[in-house]
């Protein structure tokens, strides 16, 4: 008479098994989630610099053009010279209105571009310098403050 042998079938996976497939996916999320939060966030870096440069470049070409630094920052995107906010700049350098040529700057909606830190066109200018910089009080991820960017 011959044996018969019957083996149990193995249905499921064991605890230990679900336990090293946890410890796999949380190794692996401890790697991924700060690349990918990090990219966002470099996006966000990109923008600013971006908008800070189209910025910079509306206001060297103000100044460039009337000898004296925009007296307020919108003055960069004004439709002509009688739409300028002042006749002087920060420095008392008197603003030709005559010799306006611009604007300067022309994004799609009409306004300064928008801080992406802060999500308004919050910008700190100094119209004695022609500077401008980031108003958001956050440090980048090099460390920096972006208001001093």
Do not use: C
């Not at 692996?28 to 690349?35: D, F, M, Q, S, W």
């Not at 200018?125 to 910089?133: E, I, K």
């Amino acid at each position: 008479m011959a044996t018969q042998v019957w083996t149990r079938r193995r249905q499921g996976f064991t605890l230990i098994e679900m336990l090293i497939v946890i410890v796999v996916i949380a190794i692996l999320a401890t790697l991924v989630i700060p690349r990918l939060l990090g990219a966002a966030r470099r996006a966000k870096e990109a923008q600013l610099r971006g908008n800070l440069k189209q910025i910079r470049d509306g206001i060297e070409r103000f100044e460039a053009n009337m000898a004296a630094w925009p007296p307020a920052l919108t003055d960069i995107m004004a439709p002509n010279g009688s739409a300028i906010s002042a006749d002087f700049d920060g420095n008392g350098g008197s603003v030709d209105r005559s010799a306006y040529d611009g604007p300067y700057l022309v994004t799609g909606d009409g306004n300064l571009p928008p801080d992406p830190f802060t999500g308004a066109a919050d910008w700190v200018y100094d119209n004695t310098t022609g500077a401008v910089h980031s108003a958001s009080t956050l440090t980048a991820l090099d460390g920096t403050n972006y208001s001093n960017w």
